[in-house]
């Protein structure tokens, strides 16, 4: 029950004489929130489960899937920012969606085809999507309009943001800040409708953009308006459309969404199972390493 309690205290024994390496990998898979802890496909991914060799036989991270799914649902500033904070990230960071990319990538082209999308998003079995949702699930991805998805588009739909925040908080904040600090041209320490405009390329009204993040509605974005538009998962104000081009209700479509929660709920138990065990036994997680890695 330690694990529930309190954070391991990495200065008892073994830990000292243990790697850096190692202490990170048993530290991130022992994180309470769900949301931030390691899945088992990052887990195969972490440089020290690598070391001395490379990834084999990568698992496609359900979490991945589900990510992509949930992009679609965001508004088109939450898409924006999220971008914006994927760009940030340097390519040793981005290890593991690397590793999914190219699960996903299966002709190995450097690009995620429609058909590559819906084999993948297949593999999430309580969610074969019709051909439609599939297709609209790329097209939100896909940022310049060219049918495919390439690595930088992935990385923005994939990415894990609470593990960014809970891993290291001072890295978010550096991180954050310079993806705030893409829409505020300025350097005045806020995003005004103008330049909110420049960066996005739409024309119309920005207003109902401006409105979902503006939460002191002084018709400017703070940084931590901002920060907290990327901690929250804002849902589009228009309905998803359904399989035959008609709205569906808000009502089905939060029954679907709390269908995925509950399933998902069920899958953070046997994740909890797994750092309880190796905050118990960290020889365990020791001779994890060392297996055949065969799950």
Known sequence: MQVLKKKPDFRRKPWPTISTSARDFVNKLLVKDPRARLTAAQALSHPWVREGG???E???DISVLSNMRQFVKYSRLKQF?????ASTINEEELADLKDQFDAIDVDKNGA???EEMRQALAKDLPWKLKESRVLEILQAIDSNTDGLVDFNEFVAAALHVHQLEEHNSEKWQVRSQAAFEKFDIDRDGYI???ELRMHTGLRGSIDPLLEEADID???KISLSEFRRLLRTASMSSRNVPGPSGQR???KNIDMIWSFEDRLVSKLEKWSSLFAEAADNHPTWVISFRNSSLQW
């Open 54 to 56: 490379s990834a084999s």
């Open 112 to 114: 995620i085809s429609l």
């Open 192 to 194: 005004t409708p103008e």
């Open 248 to 250: 569906k209700s808000q």
């Open 217 to 219: 509605k002084d018709g």
């Open 58 to 60: 990568i698992p496609i």
């Open 81 to 85: 920012a999220l971008r914006a904070l």
